[in-house]
T-cell receptor, first 113, second 115 residues
Framework: SQKIEQNSEALNIQEGKTATLTCNYT??????LQWYRQDPGRGPVFLLL?????KEKRKERLKVTFDTTLKQSLFHITASQPADSATYLC????????????FGSGTRLSIRP | GAGVSQSPSNKVTEKGKDVELRCDPI?????LYWYRQSLGQGLEFLIY????????KSGLPSDRFSAERTGGSVSTLTIQRTQQEDSAVYLC?????????????FGPGTRLLVL
């Protein structure tokens, strides 16, 4: 079965530093990976999508990488701010059905002032 | 326009009762998804609707769970004879269309507690 794992349940860093979150997948490389942000009591909000043939994608202070050799995606937030504190989820399409999205369990990021 | 809405926002029920959860997707979105999120866990796919196609029910955990989507818009997730392990947040999402990489827009969820 296809699994997607976010190794760190929680990450605490100092404001201004770069936060790096890790997402690992098993078996075949998916056509794309997605990253979502989820605040307490709310549904996830889409942030970025990176395709298999893209090594890196950026959006403002966010950067996502996709390494098919390591079977890993890294999600970076540069110049982190307390407002960036949230749970971040990575997701991949399923093998048998691309519409069946498989989510990781998330990493809870806390940025301290 | 308005985002995805779900009702009720919270539901407390007794074990053995049936519950219905409602999802109003974004107008014009043809794809609709239901997920379940237990405390501290990731999202678990339940069911997916795309237009008039047969839904993908492969994620439904048991035959106590069912869902329908009327008129290609509003969807209802029904849980019969609820069990305590059904307690979770049930999230609905819609996307403009199905396909690889289509962005899903999530509702706020329904928090279900089965006593």
């Amino acid at each position: 079965s296809q699994k997607i794992e976010q190794n760190s349940e929680a990450l605490n860093i100092q404001e201004g530093k770069t936060a790096t979150l890790t997402c690992n997948y098993t078996n075949y490389s998916p056509a794309y990976l997605q990253w979502y942000r989820q605040d307490p009591g709310r549904g996830p909000v889409f942030l970025l999508l990176i395709r298999e043939n893209e090594k890196e994608k950026r959006k403002e202070r966010l950067k996502v990488t996709f390494d098919t050799t390591l079977k890993q995606s890294l999600f970076h937030i540069t110049a982190s701010q307390p407002a960036d504190s949230a749970t971040y989820l990575c997701a991949r399409p399923g093998y048998s059905s691309a519409s069946k999205i498989i989510f990781g369990s998330g990493t809870r990021l806390s940025i301290r002032p | 326009g308005a985002g995805v809405s779900q009702s009720p926002s919270n539901k407390v029920t007794e074990k053995g009762k049936d519950v219905e959860l409602r999802c109003d997707p974004i107008s014009g979105h043809t794809a609709l998804y239901w997920y379940r999120q237990s405390l501290g866990q990731g999202l678990e796919f339940l069911i997916y609707f795309q237009g008039n196609s047969a839904p993908d029910k492969s994620g439904l955990p048991s035959d106590r769970f069912s869902a329908e989507r009327t008129g290609g818009s509003v969807s209802t997730l029904t849980i019969q004879r609820t069990q305590q392990e059904d307690s979770a947040v049930y999230l609905c999402a819609s996307s403009l269309e199905a396909g690889v990489g289509k962005t899903q827009y999530f509702g706020p969820g329904t928090r279900l507690l089965v006593l």
